[in-house]
């Protein structure tokens, strides 16, 4: 069955260091990733999309790789804040269907140090 | 700016009770979605509905029916509430398009006694 990991302890890091977060798959071959940022108590919130023709995608301090032979994708925060700290979750979606449905990982915490 | 609007934020109901979780979206968007979430298990695809009326069945959708009469409106629905169904629930919508990104409402905690 399909599968999604993603480090499930959480990441601790020093304000002004590289946030690195994994995630990988397992038998699925997705057309698209997604990433998005949850708080407690709240919605997640859309991040970043990347394709599978796509190898790296930036957003201002946000970087997202997709390696589709290795089944993984990598996702940067430079410069992190404490404010970036949070629960980040990749999510996988496959471009045959039109209902947008997506298929969830459990999510990694960062937890960013001042 | 896009809204996705829960009900509640917080619910407290009994074993066998009928439980009604409302959702509302204000973007004109197609897809409606139902997820719960619990801990170390991420989040999990209960229903979902591309079209006013049109409904499909997520990973879990044991024990859940939904409705979705109008297109801004989403309903899901605890038949015989159980307490293995306490968990938070989130509602997102999205675009018709596979590759929007879906946008969430803040979830409704439900603790059933």
């Known amino acids: 069955s399909q599968k999604i990991e993603q480090n499930s302890e959480a990441l601790n890091i020093q304000e002004g260091k590289t946030a690195t977060l994994t995630c990988n798959y397992t038998?699925?071959?997705?057309?698209?990733l997604q990433w998005y940022r949850q708080d407690p108590g709240r919605g997640p919130v859309f991040l970043l999309l990347?394709?599978?023709?796509?190898k790296e995608k930036r957003k201002e301090r946000l970087k997202v790789t997709f390696d589709t032979t290795l089944k993984q994708s990598l996702f940067h925060i430079t410069a992190s804040q404490p404010a970036d700290s949070a629960t980040y979750l990749c999510a996988l979606g496959a471009e045959t269907s039109n209902t947008g449905k997506l298929i969830f990982g459990q999510g990694t915490t960062l937890q960013v140090k001042p | 700016d896009v809204k996705v609007t829960q009900s509640s934020r917080y619910l407290v109901k009994r074993t066998g009770e009928k439980v009604f979780l409302e959702c509302v979206q204000d973007?004109?968007?197609?897809?409606m979605f139902w997820y719960r979430q619990d801990p170390g298990l991420g989040l999990r695809l209960i229903y979902f509905s591309y079209d006013v009326k049109m409904k499909e069945k997520g990973d879990i959708p044991e024990g859940y029916s939904v409705s979705r009469e109008k297109k801004e409106r989403f309903s899901l629905i605890l038949e015989s509430a159980s307490t293995n169904q306490t968990s938070m629930y989130l509602c997102a919508s999205s675009l018709t398009r596979g590759d929007q990104p879906q946008h969430f409402g803040d979830g409704t905690r439900l603790s059933i006694l």
């Open positions: 990347i394709r599978e023709n796509e």
């Open positions: 038998n699925y071959s997705p057309a698209y």
């Open positions: 973007m004109d968007h197609e897809n």
